[in-house]
């Protein structure tokens, strides 16, 4: 048990770097924790915790049978490797996605099913754990015997509970893409779309569909595809081409930038000294989680030489 929820939960490791820089996160964040790289890592250290515990610490149980500890470090090293193997397959179905295959591949997946934190999946979590203690407490106050291990069949249906939503998710996702991309968004016809939950609404859906002028911000309620309206989108002008735009998105920190966004959106500002070009992912905006969104500032001068770049905080940017 102690190892599985190690294994789990170590993952998430990489969230300390947004304590550092934005290049930091930007670096740390879904790659080398949440990779297959990382699982095999965190498997060749978890599982030894409770064997070393089980031999070392006095007062623990001892065998002398090599079959035994065998299946004891099998047990620790399959409980590790679920746990630590659900966790990146549910972060790979939200939206900020995971470099599965790093260090040989830094494409990022992200399906977009799910929230980063979704209620519906912890309340069927809860109330698989709670029901079934409830029970145990009425069972116990009559004498019943418990003819399973306690717990094994509430965590089996939140499993299965847990996997049907995940599939239903999925199956909204695909027909709110479906319905986007079949339409013309202010006679232009759609060259990719994209959605994200709402997070309590299960039927609601935060799209965004690029066109050849703009990218298109509009809800879609999935439950009512006859009253989608495309023309009703908010629509977010691209930049005209530039020579100061070029520059701007040949930079370093443009490249790191741009390799993650999943829909980037420039923007252009004329100063005395030149251009300030400003890149960032609608894909926070539109999914609701611009807590940790960065965005990379470019300065240009007049000749379209680059002044400055640099990856930062996209909530400091309106200080």
């Known amino acids: 048990m102690a190892a599985a929820v190690l294994a789990g939960c170590a993952a998430d490791v990489d969230w300390l770097s947004q304590y550092f820089r934005p290049a930091t996160f930007l670096a740390w964040r ?7 790289f990382g699982i095999f890592f965190f498997l060749a250290v978890i599982p030894s915790v409770p064997i070393a515990r089980y031999y070392l610490v006095p007062g623990s149980r001892r065998v002398d049978s090599r079959h035994a500890a065998a299946r004891f470090w099998a047990v620790a090293l399959g409980a590790s490797f679920c746990a630590a193997l659900l966790h990146i397959a549910m972060d790979a179905c939200e939206s900020n996605g995971v470099a599965l295959f790093w260090p040989f591949s830094p494409k990022r997946f992200a399906a977009d099913w799910l929230p980063s934190i979704d209620p519906w999946i912890l309340t069927i979590l809860i109330a698989c754990i709670a029901l079934p203690e409830l029970l ?95 023309e009703s989108s908010l629509r977010l002008f691209k930049p005209e081409p530039s020579p100061a735009l070029d520059a701007a998105r040949s930079t370093v920190a443009a490249k790191r930038f741009l390799a993650i966004a999943q829909i980037p ?42 002044t400055s770049q640099e990856l930062v905080w996209a909530r400091d940017l309106h200080r």
């Open 30 to 36: 879904g790659t080398y924790a949440h990779s297959l």
């Open 136 to 230: 145990h407490l009425v069972g116990s106050e009559i004498g019943a015997k418990a003819k399973k291990p306690r717990g094994q069949t509430g965590a089996i249906i939140g499993l299965v509970l847990a996997l049907v939503y995940v599939g239903a998710r999925a199956t909204l996702h695909s027909n709110v893409l479906a319905l986007m991309e079949s339409r013309t968004f202010h006679t232009e016809t759609p060259r990719r779309a994209s959605a994200f939950p709402e997070t309590l609404a299960l039927l609601t859906w935060h799209g965004i569909v690029e066109t050849e002028s703009a990218l298109n911000e509009i809800d879609v309620n999935a439950a009512a595809p006859d009253t989608f309206d495309p």
């Open 265 to 306: 959106k420039a923007s252009l500002e004329k100063t005395e000294a030149g251009y300030v070009v400003v890149l960032r992912d609608l894909r926070y905006a539109v999914a609701g989680e611009t807590q940790n969104e960065i965005a990379a500032i470019i300065e240009v001068d007049a000749n379209n030489k680059v």
